[in-house]
């Protein structure tokens, strides 16, 4: 199998997992579950798809399937109203939930690296990630105070 | 990548999702637990080598799933963004300014603390950013691996991989519950570049403000959008030259760095 039918292959069985978390979580239908699943899996294949075309490949894919999703929903895009129910009733938690399991279930093989560590990398690393998500939200905070969004 | 052969990891996963699901959004006072964090934790476990559970083999394919299924949210919140946009628009210089915060605020926080605890040119690539992989790709290539600034970048990435996710969450969770900054401002906060890192802070941030689920996540979607396609290049030209310089600055005021500089 080659790497885009990997990818495919992976898409739909998150996308299955994805569901049945929507199901369990947040008391939403199979059916709608189901449907709503199916229509995201169908837009990030048009995106990898779009991200393969020779001159767009310089770009990741993840910027690409973004711009993808982006354009479906603009309100002047035929059919982006029905997209954009249909996708509503996938939960965003319920997308995030399998995710992070994968995430959880690769973490062994860092474990063992971390061991290795210095425990000073720890409270360097909680600084590094406060520190890019305080200091951008205060920043975004004073320009949308200013550009009166908020 | 066998994705089907290896069917221990999804029936794993889900698993998982059925149980994190099941117990649902804990809230304990300013802190707020959601699925994706037990998910995290129960993964975490589960995985954990003395258990011999999951191969090293296995591991690395949920890993390599990771990133795929990671594209799906990004459609999710894709789609948030198409409504907006006449939203985003409006605060375009708010989206553009932030990521200065971003970019140089790993080095605000993180570089002074690093240099605090002695860590040497180490400090440098665990502090000029995030550490996500291309973060990594730059520093081998200026500095190789096996340097200090390759072993600095190297150990916030482990140590990020195993603690920003539940970190951010929490931390976002709280900062969200003291309702000082604006939903919207902690949305493009979220967006710092990992995926599974702005997940877990967005969800968060939605906890706390249910009713503007879909501008909350348009914001993010975007900050996070503009971290990908400058991030590379800000990080590159900017945030390693500024934690280099600032580097050499607070480290003149340590008598003996050098030896210190040999030994860690």
Known sequence: ?150 | MDILRNWKIHLLVLIIVVMSENLGVIKYGLIILLPLLHALVLGGIISFPKFKILSTKQMEVAAGILPIAMMLLIVKIGLDIGPNLSLLFHSKGALLLQEIGHFFGTVILGLPIAVFLRMGRESIGATYSVAREPNIAIIAEKFGLDSPEGRGVMATYICGTLVGAVWLSILTGVVAKLGILHPYALAMGSGVGSGSMMAASVGSIIAAYPDMEQQIRAYAGAANLMSTILGIYVSLFFSLPLATKLYNFLSKFQSDKETVKEKV
Request: no cysteine.
């Open chain 1, 1 to 150: 199998m080659n790497k885009l039918q990997n990818m495919t292959v992976a898409m739909i069985l998150s996308g299955l997992l994805m569901a049945v978390g929507n199901v369990i979580g947040y008391q939403v239908d199979w059916y709608s579950s189901l449907l709503g699943v199916l229509v995201i899996i169908v837009i990030g294949l048009i995106g990898m798809a779009v991200s393969q075309v020779p001159g767009l490949n310089k770009l990741p894919m993840v910027f690409w399937i973004s711009i993808v999703a982006i354009i479906i929903s603009l309100p002047s895009f035929p059919g982006s109203a029905w997209v954009i129910q249909i996708t509503k009733k996938v939960q965003f938690l319920a997308v995030t939930t399998p995710i992070l399991a994968y995430a959880g279930l690769s973490l062994g093989k860092d474990i063992e690296l971390f061991k290795k560590l210095s425990w000073k990398i720890v409270p360097v690393t909680l600084a590094v990630m406060t520190g890019t998500f305080l200091f951008a939200a205060i920043i975004a905070q004073f320009v949308l105070k200013w550009e009166g969004a908020i």
